[in-house]
């Protein structure tokens, strides 16, 4: 059994056939659970498939909201597709929400892969090559705007000049990047910029594969592998809290740290409070006592 002394349990919730009202109440419910430490949404305009016209609330001004009202939980976006907002704007907003949940956020990126949202929205959708590239480059740019007096950029895709972002976010030097990523390529744009790395594959064994990718590509740029923490989302059935124990633990057998439960909204169940500790305690009491 594999020792991981710094498992980090969260939730994420969908901005979908719920109100603020309802996803507050979820998310300050977690708050009130200190075995959960994070709490996300994910991003989308609208929902997808054969139901457009399902309600479906903008994620980054949910997530100013949620930020105000919870004190303790560490927010963010799992993950932001990079082709909706231009980075400069993004770093703006996400700066203010850092202030507003007083050090909180974590950034979470992607490339954006949706045809259906960016069709219906009017919003190019670059060639899979291009969107690795872009990724890259906003990482870059947004760590210049949060971290210089005035910043410069002069990118393939995004340009910089004379930019301020102040307020500076509060986190020194910069929020965390969580970046979402199973491609070679965009796990090296992990490697280069992510404190976070969010893996979707199916099974364990593609998740271990896509680590020792990722940790090649940290070898390549010399840098740690262990400084950046693994990320897994795991749904959740209310009814069948053993498949969710069984599922999580076997991806911290194969590196996850970074445990993220895709719950429910409203949650008539109490669902949280039997995941916690049903699921969430076992499992990190289970693996703190290995080695000691």
């Known amino acids: ?132 590239h872009r990724l890259d480059e906003a990482c870059e740019l947004m760590h210049r705007l949060w971290t210089r007096p005035v910043a410069n950029f002069e990118g393939r895709y995004y340009q910089l000049h004379d930019a301020y972002c102040e307020p500076k976010p509060i986190q020194k030097p910069r929020p965390p990047f969580v970046i979402g990523a199973e491609g070679e390529r965009t796990l090296r744009v992990v490697a280069r910029h992510a404190d976070i790395w969010d893996c979707s594959v199916n099974t364990p064994e593609e998740y271990r594969q896509k680590s020792a990718i990722l940790d090649h590509a940290c070898a390549a740029i010399g840098r740690d592998p262990a400084t950046i923490e693994h990320s897994r989302h795991v749904s959740v059935d209310p009814s069948d809290l053993h498949a969710a124990y069984e599922e999580t633990r076997a991806f911290i057998e194969v590196g996850a740290t970074y445990i993220i439960y895709h719950v429910p909204v409203p949650d008539p169940q109490g669902i949280l409070q039997r995941l916690a500790e049903e699921v969430a305690a076992p499992l990190r009491a289970a693996y703190h006592q290995t080695n000691e």
């Open 1 to 132: 059994m594999v020792h991981h002394p710094s498992l980090r349990f969260g939730i994420k919730t969908a901005p979908t056939h719920a109100t603020h009202e309802e996803l507050l109440h979820v998310w300050q419910a977690a708050d009130d659970l200190p075995i959960f430490e994070h709490a996300w949404l994910n991003d989308h305009l609208m929902s997808l498939g054969d139901h457009p016209t399902d309600p479906y609330l903008e994620s980054w001004t949910l997530l100013a909201a949620l930020a105000a009202r919870t004190q303790r939980l560490r927010l963010g976006i799992m993950v932001t597709d990079n082709t909706y907002r231009h980075p400069a704007l993004l770093a703006k907003m996400a700066a203010t929400i850092d202030i507003v949940s007083h050090g909180r956020l974590n950034v979470g990126l992607g490339t954006g892969w949706s045809e259906q949202e960016h069709h219906a929205y009017g919003i190019a959708l670059p060639p899979a090559g291009e969107r690795v």
